[in-house]
């Protein structure tokens, strides 16, 4: 078993002049691109998730992932319509598929969608963690701090640490 990087909802309407919290989510793009590189550098997946909905429809310049974010196409990607990525989605499937059984959850927005999907991993069976300096919240750093206090986090440090005893296992 291993563990799965899932990056969601960074896409491109969360970096428009109406976020009130835009330089939170500019300041841990950086921090998501290095979570990435970290996957890729074991070879462990990484799955990007979109939110899909009436202001956010597929295909839109809205919807598209921001272009800062370090995606390839070998990327595995989901869509879904809920908070909880999870919920009426491909996403367990998938990861089950890949034999994920931890997950580190990064993106936006921290008290909705990484928090309900960090819970939904959790109902259903997967280690979960969420990543410190990798989420952000529109309605404040509080509500990120919050989503912090109540979740089991790592930090990079420690997720550098988890990834290479994973691949010391392969």
Known sequence: MKPGLLVLDVQKDFFEGDNPNLAEFLRVVPNINLAITEFRKHGFPIVFIQHTSPNKKQGTPAWEIYHEIDRTPSDSCILK???NA?????????????DVDHVVTTGFSSEYCVLSTYRGAQERGFKAMILQNAVASVDGNSRTQFVYEISETLTHDELSEVLASFTARK
Do not use: P
């Open 86 to 98: 999870f919920w009426r989605s491909d996403l367990e499937t998938l990861l089950r598929s890949l």
């Open 81 to 83: 319509s809920f908070s």
